[in-house]
């Protein structure tokens, strides 16, 4: 029911003035008037209140890469980039869904193990049975959904906390690929095949990929256009135009130099490509879709969600399902870049780096708040900071502290950050 506060007038009656509208909406129309002025402020306003967003993670990687640079200046050369390029995608990609389950506030411990047991069942189906890649594929990632459709389920049907459910998943998946891969321990993919070409060899042409990095900021402005123009019909504010091109300007700038120094070597690969487009898509589907918006409502306040009439369980369904499936892809892609599959495969620290990613790139562990880009930033962190101490020969042993070190001070920023906005809310 609306209020005399909030009612319009008639034809005949006054105009209503900016006092008459809500206070939130005031605020915005007052942001938009101001151009980037409004917009800097109501930023440093964020700032204050806690909501820092990927303002850490962006400094912190500068950071990273600056103390690198000068202890070793062959890391930031075009050759060392490309690595760095292929050595994110696999855990970046598990961390993708990773960051699904943490947007809800829940967990999967089992991440690692799935992504050894997809590229067990990929080699053992594509090499030993000679079964088509296609369908190699598509059988690994079918296991992958069972796994996570049974996870949610179980967590639907008996409430089993996820982290029980997941680590004995852990257990069980390990199990599994070992026996997968029986005595062999070992499945060497062929160096002609498609996936491994796909993984190592294939790079794009550097018309096309300087064509990808303008594309995508035009687009974004397209978006963002077409987006002003439904707000500005419903009488909403809108993104001022200056704000909208600081933005595509900057993507722009930031992709074609990134272009220009990866093309100085052998290029864009179609692999890290493939992950930057995964992380686009689930950021739209996050952000832009009716079932990306109930995960966070859910994420926010799992009651409240279900008393608005979403469907709680059927997205927990569809988010353990899906955080398998990413695990499985990027088990794919480790498996395809080292052209093996073994007992090893998704051991050792792949498990504790996909969810060190999701965290430190800025997904909370609480629920609610995060995005799709939180892998990116997360993984770019944590590979930066492994190839740059094995450039300088460091130990592992030092590589595991310094990243353990970074995931407590990602996870103590976003606890200051909850409990500042929490004393702005109460403000």
């Avoid at 049907?157 to 599994?176: D, E, H, K, N, Q």
Wanted: glycine share 10%; aromatic share 6%.
């Amino acid at each position: 029911m609306s209020t005399p506060e909030t009612q319009t007038s008639t034809n005949n009656g006054p105009t209503p003035d900016q006092s008459s509208l809500p206070a939130d909406l005031q605020d915005e129309r007052l942001i938009a008037s101001q151009g980037l002025t409004g917009w800097a402020s109501a930023f440093w306003s964020r700032l204050r209140s806690g909501d820092l967003g990927s303002l850490p993670v962006v400094v912190g990687l500068v950071l990273i890469w600056g103390v690198f640079y000068a202890l070793n200046p062959a890391f930031l050369s075009s050759r060392n980039l490309v690595n760095l390029s292929l050595q994110m995608v696999a855990v970046g990609t598990i961390a993708i869904g990773v960051v699904l389950v943490l947007l809800l506030g829940e967990i999967d411990l089992s991440v690692g193990s799935m992504s050894g047991l997809s590229a067990a069942v990929l080699a053992v189906m594509f090499v030993n049975n000679g079964v088509p890649v296609a369908l190699a594929i598509l059988a690994a990632l079918g296991v992958a959904a069972l796994v996570g459709l049974l996870y949610g389920t179980l967590f639907n049907r008996f409430g089993v906390p996820s982290f029980v459910i997941t680590l004995a998943g852990l257990l069980a998946l390990l199990g599994l690929q070992l026996r997968v891969l029986g005595n062999q321990g070992t499945i060497n993919l062929p160096f002609e095949s498609t996936l491994v070409r796909f993984a190592s060899q294939q790079f794009l042409p550097p018309w096309l990929a300087y064509s990808l990095a303008l594309l995508a900021p035009a687009l974004y402005a397209l978006s963002t256009l077409r987006r002003n123009a439904r707000r500005s019909a419903a009488g909403l504010s809108t993104t001022p135009i200056s704000r909208l091109a600081l933005r595509a300007g900057g993507l722009a700038a930031i992709l074609v130099i990134a272009v220009a120094v990866l093309t100085r070597d052998r290029g864009v690969s179609v692999m890290f490509l493939t992950f930057l487009v995964l992380v686009v898509i689930m950021d739209l589907a996050i952000r832009r879709t009716t079932w990306g918006r109930s995960v966070l409502a859910i994420g926010g306040n799992v009651e409240a969600a279900r008393r608005a009439g979403i469907n709680v369980k059927r997205v927990y369904l569809s988010v353990f399902t899906l955080c398998s499936t990413f695990a499985a892809l990027g088990g794919i892609f480790a498996a395809s870049r080292l052209a093996s599959a073994n007992q090893s495969s998704g051991g050792a620290d792949t498990n504790l780096n996909a969810i060190a990613a999701a965290v430190i790139g800025g997904t909370s562990l609480f629920g609610g708040r995060g995005s799709a880009y939180s892998a990116l930033l997360g993984i770019l962190v944590i590979q930066s900071i492994s190839n740059g101490l094995d450039l300088l020969a460091v130990e592992s042993n030092v590589k595991f502290m310094v990243t353990g070190a970074v995931l407590l001070l990602a996870v103590i920023i976003d606890s200051l950050s909850r409990r500042s906005r929490a004393a702005h809310g109460r403000a």
